[in-house]
């Protein structure tokens, strides 16, 4: 004899199936419909240089703004501008961020020199910026290229 909360259970798991198999993703996984992708572009990205020398600076910590990015990277004569990635609900950081200069030779002596050092309470990790190819048009590009090679 089946107890009540059997029966409950059994019920749930059912209307739960029911409910995935008329869902979008049932679709998908059927083959009826292709999965969807999302691409987000930041509209702050017009204010910036296209073509500037761009330094991805990560392991901030939640107390660094733009303004204390900035004081720490002002002492090179090309910088431009300094950005913290936040949380576009919370205002949070995301823990990077970007550094902007107009000189590649300020740009390589602020990586060599910055790296490691301390922005708020932690030591900073810098590279070169991949901004380039988050550009939609280059990711589509790089997209089909993978396709045609049979990677994607």
Not at 106 to 134: H, T
Request: charged share 35%; with cysteine.
């Amino acid at each position: 004899m089946a107890l009540p909360s059997d029966v409950e259970m059994l019920a749930a798991k059912k209307q739960a199936t029911k409910a995935l198999e008329n869902s979008y993703l049932g679709q998908v996984m059927r083959g009826e419909k292709k999965m969807k992708r999302f691409t987000w572009e930041d509209p702050s990205l017009a204010e910036w240089d296209p073509n500037d020398f761009r330094i991805f600076c990560g392991d901030l910590g939640n107390e660094v703004s733009d303004e204390l990015l900035a004081k720490a990277f002002r002492k090179y004569p090309s910088f431009q501008k300094a950005k913290v990635v936040r949380d576009h609900r919370t205002n949070k950081s995301k823990g990077y961020g970007f550094v902007s200069f107009r000189l590649q030779d300020d740009f390589v002596k602020a990586c060599r020199e910055m790296d490691g050092k301390y922005v708020g309470n932690r030591p900073i990790k810098l590279r070169k910026s991949q901004w380039k190819d988050r550009n939609i048009e280059v990711v589509k590009k790089k997209q089909k290229q993978k396709e045609k090679l049979g990677i994607a």
